[in-house]
């Protein structure tokens, strides 16, 4: 029995066994099925020669070399054939010629041209080169060759996840250079041990790995691992071969090597341990740090704070390139942008991603953190080089998701960075659904307060009318009765205007009064009949204090015959209020201070008002978005951006629409409204009852 026989023969099964777990890793990848017929070819090759090396006769050992040999033709064509399609090269003439070429190696493998003859060594058998052999090693050399340097010019164009499976696959191909032994030691002038199968393994697995983990592992802990894992299985396989070649004492040689092969596991995970301790200080170190936001993010409850905080500790602790989160909107059906960091950065994301995207459907469909790479048609949408997504769910539905730029150096995430984020997304899905739920809680008791003051100020109106009608009545009757027995002509005209100064007063209070009471009267969501001009004369009697205090002159225009329209009065009295406050932000530092307002027919069919100030105007890329959610110029603490959308609820409510005009910055901004008029109501239905209450 030749003990060198094993070694071949083991690398054998295993390279069967590589091949058959791509294969059915992804039975339909172009890549998976050509590198499996790759490692079957080598396969194929080492069956042969573990076979010659048991042969007991030349013969015997020349049919099992010429049987190897066809394996070896294909070797190079599969492993150029390989790196083509692993490049996404495009080469439909030359690879048709490559294995054209390879036929009459096919043929005349069974010849003495291919191998001459057998000539034994201390291994055992070993075929001779013939005549022509040197025909298939070039073509060996030529296509080895060109496949490495198209592997380098591609590793100079990409980067990322792509640039590091080139890696891989370099670093493959130049641990299978070494293999080269085998070819030579078919010549006479060299006596070399033909370790050729040592070569194939580790290339083999190496490409396996780039393949398959595709990309969950660093370069260097790749390196790192294999160096061990070498130097130690050198030692426990290499000793007892040394034993046994040097003395013949095969059998403890053996006892020796199980031994060894029992204690070699332990050795080298405990120094691959060591070594990767300090590899991954630095990665180990920000992993530890998501992991601690990760039990801590429960404790946050506002929403903002909560994006904020994770956001600011991932740029901070991993140091990528830029951050953001997205969360979903179903009034919208989108996933909308809701913080990023840094502001810099802000071309790198879309404003929202539509829930039908792809990229939510890969999200839905992989339901893990997905690398920028994997997803090439997304390149355009957030411009990452080497970028990971992280969706958050909750059971079955996709909350939002986290988009992280590229580490320092272009360095990769590993499978451990992986399982770190996902367990990130788990706690931020949670986070997030708790700061919602005591958002819910806040509304409602904001809700509460706000029906409580509505209650209030409509009880106080009410209160408050009561003694000015009082007031009103008993002037009038006092200045009545008092000019009738007042003869004195002077006294008499500034007496009455005493009076008409008082009346006057007392009728604007209780037209303020009234004003008041219309806008927090209760609404039945009903759409009544309204005239356009009380609800004008209610929002200025309302807001005269307001333009006073503030500077601004208000002019009110009113067309004739305007008819009626469908509404709610609190509500078309809020719009108004709504773009009254924008104006009044809008004028804080204008030197001229006018408001316009203006209702007239626009035709036949609706009523236009016309809301127009003299502002600081609106810029051109902010003009189509004001009346989207969460969209203002306006300082953080001075506005929430959903006032114009909630008017444009309201307006869309009542079949109108609403829009808004600037000629750009310090240019002023006229807003629009436009209402169907409701032809079908009459005079008597008009007078009927139109109790509302103001909708928040």
Request: proline share 3%.
């Amino acid at each position: 029995m030749n003990p060198y026989a094993f070694p071949p023969l083991i690398t054998d099964a295993i390279l069967i066994s590589i091949g058959l777990f791509v294969f059915l890793k992804n039975k339909t990848s172009k890549i998976n099925i050509i590198f499996s017929l790759f490692a079957f070819s080598m396969a194929v090759w080492l069956f042969g020669y573990v076979n010659m090396y048991l042969s007991k006769d030349t013969y015997t050992a020349l049919r099992w070399a010429r049987i190897g040999f066809l394996g070896i033709i294909f070797i190079p064509v599969f492993a150029y054939h390989f790196i083509i399609s692993f490049l996404n090269l495009k080469r439909k003439i030359v690879l048709p010629i490559i294995y054209l070429l390879a036929i009459p190696s096919l043929l005349l493998s069974q010849t003495n041209l291919i191998y001459s003859g057998i000539k034994e060594h201390f291994w055992g058998y070993y075929p001779t080169a013939g005549k022509i052999y040197i025909l298939f090693l070039l073509m060996f050399g030529i296509l080895f060759t060109r496949g490495v340097l198209l592997l380098f010019v591609h590793l100079k164009k990409e980067r990322g996840v792509k640039r590091e499976q080139i890696k891989y696959v370099c670093l493959a191909f130049g641990l299978g250079t070494f293999g080269i032994v085998d070819y030579l030691v078919k010549y006479p002038i060299f006596d070399i041990y033909p370790f050729g199968y040592i070569c194939a393994l580790f290339f083999t697995g190496l490409i396996a790995f780039a393949i398959v983990r595709y990309r969950l592992l660093d370069i260097n802990i790749a390196l790192t691992r294999a160096g061990i894992f070498a130097v130690v299985y050198a030692l426990v396989l290499g000793i007892p071969f040394w034993l046994g070649y040097r003395y013949g004492l095969w059998i403890q040689a053996t006892w020796m090597m199980l031994v060894l092969a029992t204690s070699g596991p332990f050795i080298y995970q405990f120094l691959r341990r060591r070594a990767e301790d300090i590899i991954l200080k630095d990665q180990r170190c920000y992993q530890r740090a998501l992991l601690d936001l990760s039990k801590t993010m429960s404790r946050i409850r506002d929403l903002d704070k909560l994006l904020r905080a994770i956001v600011l500790t991932v740029v901070d602790t991993v140091k990528v390139s830029f951050a953001g989160i997205y969360l979903k909107d179903e009034e919208n059906k989108s996933y909308q942008l809701k913080h990023y960091f840094p502001k810099v950065a802000k071309s790198r994301f879309q404003e929202f991603f539509l829930l039908d995207s792809e990229l939510i459907d890969a999200f839905y469909k992989e339901r893990r953190p997905l690398i920028s790479e994997e997803l090439r048609f997304l390149s355009t949408a957030f411009g990452a080089d080497s970028g990971l997504l992280v969706p958050c769910f909750v059971e079955d539905d996709l909350l939002g998701f986290m988009l992280l730029g590229h580490k320092p150096n272009n360095q990769i995430y590993t499978s451990d960075d992986l399982l770190v984020f996902e367990t990130l997304s788990y706690s931020a899905s949670l986070a997030i659904e708790n700061c919602r739920f005591w958002k819910e809680i806040e509304d409602r008791q904001r809700k509460a307060r706000l029906q409580e003051m509505d209650t209030y100020s409509y009880s106080l109106a009410h209160e408050i009318d009561n003694p000015m009608q009082i007031i009103l009545g008993q002037a009038g009757f006092i200045k009545k009765e008092v000019f009738k027995e007042l003869a004195d002509e002077k006294k008499r005209k500034d007496i009455e205007s005493s009076f008409d100064f008082i009346l006057e007063a007392a009728q604007r209070v209780s037209g303020m009064v009234k004003a008041i009471r219309d806008f927090g009267s209760p609404t039945t969501g009903e759409l009544k009949p309204l005239k356009i001009e009380e609800v004008v004369d209610s929002f200025c009697r309302l807001y005269f204090p307001q333009f006073k205090a503030n500077g601004i002159n208000l002019s009110k225009e009113l067309g004739d015959n305007l008819g009626f329209i469908r509404g709610e009065k609190p509500e078309l009295m809020q719009v108004l209020v709504i773009l009254a406050n924008n104006s009044i932000q809008a004028m804080k530092y204008s030197k001229q201070k006018q408001i316009t307002l203006k209702v007239e027919s626009s035709n036949q069919d609706t009523i236009r008002i016309t809301f127009q100030d003299t502002g600081c105007g609106i810029k051109k890329d902010i003009l189509p978005v004001i009346f989207s959610p969460f969209t203002t110029s306006k300082a953080s603490s001075e506005g929430t951006g959903m006032g114009l959308y909630n008017a444009k609820r309201i307006i869309e409510k009542y079949k109108g629409r609403i829009w808004a005009e600037s000629e750009g910055e310090d240019k002023g901004a006229t807003f629009f409204i436009e209402l169907p008029f409701a032809k079908d109501i009459t005079t008597e239905e008009f007078k009927k009852d139109n109790k509302g209450k103001r909708l928040f």
